[in-house]
């Protein structure tokens, strides 16, 4: 089956302490996205990579890491998480824009 | 600076009523319009628009592009309460961004 995995779903952590959320795909796309979703902002894109090695920052990229080592993953960095990024992510991964697979997301809650 | 404007936010309607979803951009090197549907987990994919004036159609639903004005509309006919969700447009910029709008939350009552 088709999917996109993220993990952890939820998560509640403190200011400061890293974090890495983890997203991959079995589909072999070779693009994949960052996502966070906030109420009355929409989905806006963190960071986006078009294959292995290469990323590139979306329009929120402040206060993240990524990185592409294998094509199924595409692992998303807290280095030091502020309340600020209190939301919920969306990883997605597609080989054109309309086969855009979506992960179920990720909850994360920065006391 | 681009951007996806989406109206209404919100929209409340009867089974059976058809609805209008409206979605229009500014970005500098449009080359396609997206349509997705969020229910309460992530959005799944509905129409992708490239062209002026051709209607894309799946059951109920159907939409069309204006390139020329700038905008995409979104139809429902004969709304399901299975319709209700956050209808999202988003534009690709370039070749490699998406950009969003905020949605539209349709809500459909028995």
């Known amino acids: 089956e088709a999917q996109v995995t993220q993990n952890p779903r939820y998560l509640i952590t403190v200011t400061g302490k890293k974090l890495t959320v983890t997203c991959s795909q079995n589909?072999?796309?070779?693009?994949m996205s960052w996502y966070r979703q906030d109420p009355g902002l929409g989905l806006r894109q963190i960071y986006y990579s078009m294959n292995v090695e290469v990323t590139d920052k979306g329009d929120v990229p402040e206060g993240y890491k990524v990185s592409r080592k294998e094509k199924r993953n595409f692992p998303l960095i807290l280095e030091s998480p502020s309340p600020n990024q209190t939301s919920l992510y969306f990883c997605?991964?597609?080989?054109?824009?309309?086969?855009?697979?979506f992960g179920p997301g990720t909850r994360l809650t920065v006391l | 600076e681009d951007k996806v404007v989406q109206s209404p936010l919100s929209l409340v309607v009867h089974e059976g009523d058809t609805v209008t979803l409206n979605c229009s951009y500014e970005?500098?090197?449009?080359?396609?319009l997206l349509w997705y549907k969020q229910e309460k987990k992530a959005p799944t994919f509905l129409f992708m628009l490239t062209s002026s004036g051709i209607e894309k159609k799946s059951g109920r639903l159907s939409s069309i592009l204006d390139k020329k004005e700038l905008f995409s509309i979104l139809n429902i006919t004969a709304t399901q309460t299975g319709d209700s969700a956050v209808y999202l447009c988003a534009v690709e910029e370039g070749t490699d961004k998406l950009i969003f709008g905020t949605g539209t939350r349709l809500q459909v009552f028995p």
């Open positions: 970005v500098t090197n449009f080359r396609s």
């Open positions: 997605a991964s597609s080989q054109g824009w309309d086969t855009q697979y």
């Open positions: 589909m072999n796309h070779e693009y």
